[in-house]
């Protein structure tokens, strides 16, 4: 090869005259340059000929030594591809000798490769044609096989898994729940259930209850009798009879009550051996799965088995009423855990009230909760005034959109996105002055999805307590109006009386479940009928719907380990986004604030006794009874009230009928004041 660069170099001159490329008509000024006396304007010409020829030669010459050592390399490294195929495994243990060389020269050429071909390649890239040989490295690394290739991406394959549970939320499993036992099934065998039915038609009619038991239905713990009133009985008179026909029968209780829509009358008697229900085959039931309730909960199961899946969104709020171990903590466990299991947190958020700091601080610390479990009655007022607050906010939101509930409000926000789409509405601004034509203006909405908010309330007793006045007003508010924004409470006590449970707030509760209670009076208060002083105990239920039809329920059990669990996986999905609002202190009023400081009679801003002392010199009557009516406080406030401003001198000692002297006068008396 070097010989023949060699001839091709000392024949460059006749190797371009023989270019193809050369101009043909530039050849006759060769005998101009061989004349004696040449002229003076033709040197210039011939010598710039003379120079494109050599440098037509030298390139000419440049490209034909790079050709043929290009050919050369590529000839080399085909044998040796062909010649090392067999010994590829020996040559990787030379591997480590060229680890000194750069990143950049290796990198295309992964295995294979030994000292002399990476040489002679850095060797092949030093001429300016080196952009020729691009094809070549991209075909050397189609050539490698792909098991090397592969291992250098194993890293990678470990980061995917970080991003997705970053981005993706994982429902609990209910594998986290505890199986169904086949020791916990005891049905009733046939031979017992027809010598019940035996038994109880002969005590009816040792009472005088003339009729016919029809049917039998068993379940998990109960089982159904449908006896048929002879003609002339009074339902009432066999109901009557529930406790006489559980100690003829030698049970423990006997539940009688008409079954709607039919001509018989249900009697219940507890079964022998009670069956356990779980709550993880009430979430495997396809009555859950399938059902298009927008926040599922899981009563538990009728009295012939069924599953029973009821929709907060359209109760639209529970109340939930029980003496202490009747079930009724486990019962709102379950519901709450009915709804992590369906639920995302950006589709529903938690405000969970406990003034027991026992049930629900175990939820301490998920996704789904708005604000740490609230332990002080005085923070839950103040959290049921922001949810009322919220309740107002959705509701300028929802007027803004021009729909009617929050599922509207989410499907329109929906739509736009995926049309990509922006909200906007026509505001009415004024009116022009001088044509007296209506000014509109459109107005952005840059507006977000709602989630749901549900309210947890374990103990309404003690918060009634402690600020009655207060938790019944916002209570008030949220039932009557919280339901289209989205937001539904649960409120829960284990003393249903008149005093906790107010005809306020029975009014805008038409949902309610009654566990075992102590006497027929809180059966009556809580559900307007008596029977709940017939139940079993934990878990056993009645479920009054919104219509007032009551049916009879068994709970599902839940244990604290499997809370636990649930709450685990949850608080492993992320942490909580909590609102300060919701719990933070009010800037303005306080305890003693009273409804009249915001009516147009009185001035905004002072204290109680201000505002006492404001009416009393406005208005001019000094009474007990007046500063009672006008500040909507008790009479002991108001009592003392008055007997401070008689220490002060603003008013005089009551006479024989109460009257009193108001001792400062007019506006002046009260500057003075």
Not at 252 to 278: C, D, F, H, M, W
Not at 302 to 327: E, F, K, Q, Y
């Amino acid at each position: 090869a070097l010989a023949v660069a060699a001839l091709l170099f000392a024949s460059g001159v006749g190797f371009a005259e023989a270019d193809p490329d050369a101009p043909v008509a530039k050849a006759k000024p060769a005998p101009k340059k061989a004349a004696p006396p040449p002229p003076p304007a033709a040197d210039p010409e011939t010598d710039e000929d003379d120079d494109s020829r050599a440098d037509r030669a030298s390139i000419s010459l440049g490209f034909v030594v790079h050709s043929l050592l290009s050919l050369k390399a590529r000839a080399l490294r085909l044998a040796r591809h062909g010649v090392l195929a067999g010994i590829k495994l020996a040559k990787t243990t030379r591997e480590p000798d060229i680890d000194h060389r750069t990143f950049e020269r290796r990198e295309p050429r992964f295995e294979g490769d030994t000292g002399e071909p990476v040489e002679r390649r850095a060797y092949d890239e030093t001429p300016p044609f080196g952009e020729a040989q691009e094809p070549e490295v991209e075909d050397e690394i189609e050539e490698e096989p792909a098991p090397k290739r592969a291992a250098k991406k194993l890293p990678p394959p470990k980061k995917p898994p970080a991003k997705a549970k970053a981005s993706e939320y994982e429902l609990p499993s209910v594998n986290l729940l505890a199986a169904p036992k086949a020791s916990d099934r005891h049905a009733p065998s046939m031979d017992l259930i027809k010598a019940n039915e035996a038994s109880l038609q002969t005590v009816l009619g040792d009472f005088g209850v003339r009729g016919e038991i029809l049917d039998a239905h068993p379940g998990p713990v109960v089982t159904l009798y449908e006896l048929e009133p002879a003609p002339g009985i009074k339902s009432s008179r066999v109901i009557g009879l529930a406790d006489d026909i559980a100690r003829s029968m030698s049970a423990v209780s006997a539940r009688v009550a008409v079954v709607p829509g039919r001509n018989v009358i249900g009697i219940e008697l507890p079964n022998a051996t009670r069956e356990k229900i779980y709550l993880r085959e009430m979430l495997a039931a396809e009555q859950y799965h399938d059902s298009s309730a927008k926040l599922p909960l899981c009563l538990g199961k009728t009295i012939g088995g069924d599953p029973v899946i009821v929709d907060l969104a359209r109760m639209p709020h529970l109340l939930i009423a029980g003496t202490t171990g009747s079930g009724k903590s486990v019962a709102v466990n379950t519901m709450i855990l009915s709804l992590l299991y369906r639920l995302r947190p950006d589709q529903c958020r938690l405000i969970m009230v406990d003034p027991k700091m026992l049930e629900l601080s175990v939820y301490d610390g998920i996704p789904h909760l708005l604000t740490p479990v609230v332990t002080d009655p005085k923070k839950a007022v103040v959290a049921l005034k922001w949810a009322v607050r919220e309740m107002e906010s959705r509701y300028k939101k929802l007027s803004k959109v021009g729909v009617r509930n929050i599922d509207g409000y989410n499907a329109r926000l929906q739509e736009a996105k995926a049309k990509g789409e922006r909200l906007s509405r026509t505001v009415h601004t004024g009116y022009d002055k001088e044509t007296g034509t209506a000014i509109y203006e459109t107005e952005e909405l840059d507006l977000e999805p709602l989630p749901y908010i549900v309210v947890v309330v374990d103990e309404m007793a003690d918060l009634m307590m402690v600020a009655g006045k207060d938790i019944e007003g916002a209570v008030q508010r949220l039932a009557q109006m919280a339901r289209a924004a989205g937001i539904h409470v649960i409120i829960a006590t284990q003393r249903p009386s008149v005093d906790v449970i107010t005809g306020t707030i029975k009014a805008n509760f038409p949902t309610r479940i009654s566990f075992q209670v102590t006497s027929k009076i809180d059966s009556r208060t809580i559900l307007g009928e008596q029977g709940a002083e017939q139940l079993l105990g934990q878990g056993d239920m009645l479920y009054m719907a919104g219509g007032g039809r009551i049916s009879r329920v068994h709970g599902p059990f839940v244990s604290d380990e499997e809370v636990e669990k649930i709450v685990r996986h949850l608080q492993a999905q992320g942490t909580p986004q909590y609102v300060e609002e919701v719990t933070a202190e009010e800037p303005e009023g306080g305890d003693g604030e009273a409804v009249f400081d915001g009516t147009a009679m009185g001035q905004e801003g002072g204290d109680l006794y201000q505002q006492a002392v404001q009416v009393v010199l406005r208005d001019r009557k000094a009474s007990t009874s007046y500063i009672q009516r006008r500040l909507q406080v008790g009479y002991n406030k108001a009592a003392s009230l008055m007997e401070r401003m008689e220490q002060e001198g603003i008013v005089g000692q009551a006479n024989h009928a109460g009257k009193r002297e108001i001792l400062v006068g007019g506006e002046g008396g009260e500057d003075s004041f």
